[in-house]
T-cell receptor, first 112, second 114 residues
Framework: DSGVTQTPKHLITATGQRVTLRCSPR?????VYWYQQSLDQGLQFLIQ???????AKGNILERFSAQQFPDLHSELNLSSLELGDSALYFC???????????FGPGTRLTVL | GQQLNQSPQSMFIQEGEDVSMNCTSS?????WLWYKQDPGEGPVLLIA?????ELTSNGRLTAQFGITRKDSFLNISASIPSDVGIYFC??????????????FGTGTRLLVSP
């Protein structure tokens, strides 16, 4: 158990819909990262927050957004969903951006 | 951008054998991390390395941060069936300023025959 929690574990929805994925970082970690992993693909970095502020963006679509709240949990919002958005979405956390990242168990999103 | 070359791509070994895999880069890294990922699960951190030359063990696993800061290896001794999975190296490239995005290797798929 990495100490990072993610909900829900599975999510099935239809094209055009909007979903919210939730992540709670390890106790004491200020940085939260979101990654997307499609079938048999590597981890694609989406976005990073540090202590409530956005710090870096990766390959995140404009239809996707995220935020980190004062209690340090984070949410990833995916809207106007397309079939190609079906993937595993992982949250990771670390003490700071130079330290090891600990990954959550992921949310499997299926868009039908 | 920075890339990590991880080898071998896959390995099929007998239970009890030792395993070695490595990652190399053309540029300098500040950290090296090794993860194991089972299908449909999140990557699990195995070993974190922060200093050139550092050699760290975690049970049957041993990893080293290369002295040139451009490579790292992971050894697994006396493999067991539950070692099956995909092993990723990852690292923070050296940058003078700005965000140090974690770069991932392409993974080594390990299969262990009982």
């Amino acid at each position: 158990d990495s100490g990072v929690t993610q909900t829900p574990k599975h999510l099935i929805t239809a094209t055009g819909q909007r979903v919210t994925l939730r992540c709670s970082p390890r106790s004491g970690d200020l940085s939260v990262y979101w990654y997307q992993q499609s079938l048999d693909q590597g981890l694609q970095f989406l976005i990073q927050y540090y202590n409530g502020e956005e710090r870096a963006k990766g390959n995140i679509l404009e239809r996707f957004s995220a935020q980190q709240f004062p209690d340090l949990h984070s949410e990833l919002n995916l809207s106007s969903l397309e079939l190609g958005d079906s993937a595993l979405y992982f949250c990771a956390s670390s003490v700071d951006q130079a330290s090891a990242q600990y990954f959550g168990p992921g949310t499997r999103l299926t868009v039908l | 951008g920075q890339q990590l070359n991880q080898s071998p791509q896959s390995m099929f070994i007998q239970e009890g054998e030792d395993v070695s895999m490595n990652c190399t880069s053309s540029s300098i890294f500040n950290t090296w991390l090794w993860y194991k990922q089972d299908p449909g699960e999140g990557p699990v951190l195995l070993i974190a390395l922060y200093k050139a030359g550092e050699l760290t063990s975690n049970g049957r696993l041993t990893a080293q941060f290369g002295i040139t800061r451009k490579d790292s290896f992971l050894n697994i001794s006396a493999s067991i069936p539950s070692d099956v999975g995909i092993y990723f190296c990852a690292g923070h490239p050296h940058m003078n300023t700005g965000f140090q995005k974690l770069v991932f290797g392409t993974g080594t798929r390990l299969l262990v025959s009982p």
